[in-house]
């Protein structure tokens, strides 16, 4: 098992930034890529942003390209997810997600974090 905490969010102006963490803990030889997803009230949950485990390869949302980044620290089991140009649209609760390694089509997900884009 690998248990998943976020942490970072808030509220923020429009235009402003925000870091969101992820600390893994627990079966960490298991992580694999890791995605943040998020979702907004009366909306479905959407990927934002995903990395490979080596950190070589990531993927945005086209809704988040140029302004959001997916740095991962494997020393730290941590990822991060750094929001810039933020817009009320942003607001939304945001997920942690790893999938696992060893057992294919398994992923372990946080409780979340709450981010408010307003003025």
Same mark, same amino acid.
């Given at each position: 098992?690998?248990?998943?905490?976020?942490?970072?969010?808030?509220?923020?102006?429009?235009?402003?930034?925000?870091?969101?963490?992820?600390?893994?803990?627990? +079966?960490?030889?298991?992580? &694999? =890529?890791?995605?943040? !997803?998020? %979702?907004?009230?009366?909306?479905?949950?959407?990927?934002? @942003?995903?990395?490979?485990?080596?950190?070589?390869?990531?993927?945005?949302?086209?809704?988040?390209?140029?302004?959001?980044?997916?740095?991962?620290?494997?020393?730290?089991?941590?990822?991060?997810?750094?929001?810039? +140009?933020?817009?009320?649209? &942003? =607001?939304?609760?945001? !997920?942690? %997600?790893?999938?696992?390694?060893?057992?294919?089509?398994? @992923?372990?997900?946080?409780?979340?974090?709450?981010?408010?884009?307003?003025?």
């Amino acid at each position: 098992q690998v248990q998943l905490v976020e942490s970072g969010g808030g509220l923020v102006q429009p235009g402003g930034s925000l870091r969101l963490s992820c600390a893994a803990s627990g +079966s960490t030889s298991n992580m &694999d =890529t890791m995605s943040w !997803y998020r %979702q907004a009230p009366g909306k479905e949950r959407e990927l934002v @942003a995903r990395i490979d485990n080596l950190g070589d390869s990531t993927n945005y949302a086209d809704s988040v390209k140029g302004r959001f980044t997916i740095p991962r620290d494997n020393a730290k089991n941590t990822v991060y997810l750094q929001m810039k +140009s933020l817009k009320p649209e &942003d =607001t939304a609760v945001y !997920y942690c %997600q790893c999938e696992s390694r060893y057992y294919i089509g398994m @992923a372990y997900w946080g409780k979340g974090t709450l981010v408010t884009v307003s003025s």
